[in-house]
């Protein structure tokens, strides 16, 4: 190893090339800090080369193979059974290489300094940056560490074969598996049932204890119905016992609720893990640096740690572990260090998951809400009575939309079904302006769109939506107390 005699100087430092990253790298650059980046893989980290982009990748595939019956019916010639997986991997790695180049051309555009290796820190203001046999010395004025954080085996499974996979590894196998048993009820476990499922995997989902999906309960239970409809089987409210894998197979036995020892074989198991943060290597404890009892790095509202010249963003933080959360603290911190005023608010975080159809939850959930004491107006309307639904053939799902009855601000807002993903940044932004059922009611909604779904769900919390049959006995508005 060639260690540099002279310590170079830099002002802002950015560990960790992932979308919290480069997002802040070139965010600070158009604020007019002189930014260096530091990477010791590939730009875009786990998100764009392991995690985000391939996992959506296979789960837009999948979505598009369940659209095939109804391409047929437009009088598109496609073959049902015609499906390529090798192909579909070999557009997973050009869309990825392509997004990757994107991002270097854009750092390079910004005129940041991208620098490769392993970073160690030396002191509060030092680092070192070990690229095969050259290391070199940093002294800045600030620095950022955005590393982002690993996905590790559960302690139940101590041992790992090449049939238990994380989602790094789900994602890039190079077949579809004969039987996939998935583990968890988390997003990922759920967009990696419905999209292999969908590829023509035989899927059994386990979950452990009394968890549930992620959503709200209506959502929860369209999603169980959607999966018993494409033959997905789920196994609830189990005990785990054993797992056993063979160059055939996994089998893994389970205690159920009524104490019967029950056994689920498959090809292959899935787990999502349990997140690590990137940190033991970078050395920053040894400096006192305050964590959590996790081992995350406490921050505060600016992503300023207890040591003033280092800030920290994404995955090494406490809550979610997702890519928006890392890119919106990273653009924050360089805004902090920019001299700006800034805020990070994670409230209405949106709950995503790219099932077939996708699956969104924002803001309070209706159990939530009554919990809290509100008094709860709720109204669903479902897309089987949209238009632009039906003449795409995506009607499955609905729009749910809750709200304070005494004060008609809207609470929480939640959708399974076509244009979910898209629409969600509306729903995080209503609730955001603590908008009233009337402000959802005044805008015009393009016709025929999936939007009018959510226009007639509001105006159903008062019996008023157009396509939804008046209801006698039970009323469509229903009040909780």
Do not use: W
């Not at 051309?105 to 030092?126: H, Q």
């Amino acid at each position: 190893m060639v260690v540099g005699e002279i310590s170079q100087e830099r002002n802002l430092l950015i560990i960790g090339g992932g979308p919290g990253g480069y997002s802040a790298a070139i965010r600070g650059a158009q604020l007019g800090l002189s930014i260096t980046l530091i990477e010791q893989a590939d730009i875009g980290g786990v998100c764009l080369n392991e995690g985000c982009i391939p996992s959506k990748i296979v789960t837009h595939a999948a979505a598009k193979r369940t659209e095939i019956t109804h391409l047929q019916e437009l009088g598109i010639g496609i073959p049902e059974n015609q499906f390529d997986f090798k192909k579909l991997l070999s557009y997973k790695d050009r869309v990825i290489n392509q997004l990757r180049s994107g991002v270097e051309s854009l750092c390079k555009e910004n005129k940041i300094e991208m620098i490769r290796g392993k970073v160690t820190f030396l002191a509060t203001d030092k680092i070192g940056v070990e690229n095969g046999h050259q290391f070199d010395i940093y002294e800045f004025q600030q620095v950022i560490i955005a590393t982002g954080s690993t996905a590790v085996m559960p302690p139940f499974l101590i041992e790992k074969g090449e049939r238990i996979l994380l989602p790094h590894e789900l994602f890039a196998i190079e077949e579809v598996p004969d039987h996939l048993i998935v583990r968890g009820s988390d997003y990922i476990a759920l967009e990696a049932a419905s999209s292999f499922a969908a590829l023509g995997a035989k899927v059994s989902v386990v979950i452990e204890n009394k968890a549930d999906f992620p959503f709200d309960e209506s959502v929860n239970k369209e999603l169980s119905r959607l999966f018993k409809k494409r033959k997905i089987k789920v196994h609830k409210e189990l005990q785990f016992i054993s797992t056993n894998e063979t160059k055939d197979g996994i089998t893994m036995t389970f205690l159920t609720d009524k104490n019967v020892e029950e056994t689920i074989c498959g090809s292959h198991l899935f787990v999502s893990g349990t997140r690590i943060p990137n940190l033991e290597p970078l050395g920053i404890s040894r400096f006192g640096i305050d964590l959590t009892d996790e081992g995350f790095i406490k921050v505060d509202g600016n992503m300023q740690t207890s040591l003033p010249a280092i800030y920290a963003i994404g995955d090494v933080t406490e809550g979610p572990m997702l890519a928006i959360k890392a890119i919106k603290q990273g653009k924050a911190a360089v805004a902090s260090i920019a001299g700006q005023q800034t805020e990070v608010d994670l409230t209405f975080m949106p709950v995503v998951a790219h099932t077939i159809p996708p699956a969104v939850s924002v803001g309070l959930t209706e159990q939530s809400a009554r919990e809290y004491g509100l008094v709860v107006r709720a109204s669903q309307f479902a897309l089987g009575s949209n238009g632009y639904a039906t003449l795409s053939g995506k009607k499955d799902g609905f729009i749910k939309v809750i709200s304070d009855a005494t004060t008609e601000i809207i609470q929480g807002i939640h959708m399974i079904g076509e244009g979910a993903i898209e629409l969600s940044g509306s729903f995080v932004q209503l609730l955001e302006m603590a908008a009233r059922e009337e402000d959802l009611k005044f805008p015009l909604y393009a016709h025929p769109g999936i939007s009018e779904g959510f226009l007639e769900a509001v105006e159903g919390m008062v019996g008023q939506a157009i396509h939804a049959a008046p209801v006698k006995e039970k009323r469509q508005s229903i009040i909780f107390k």
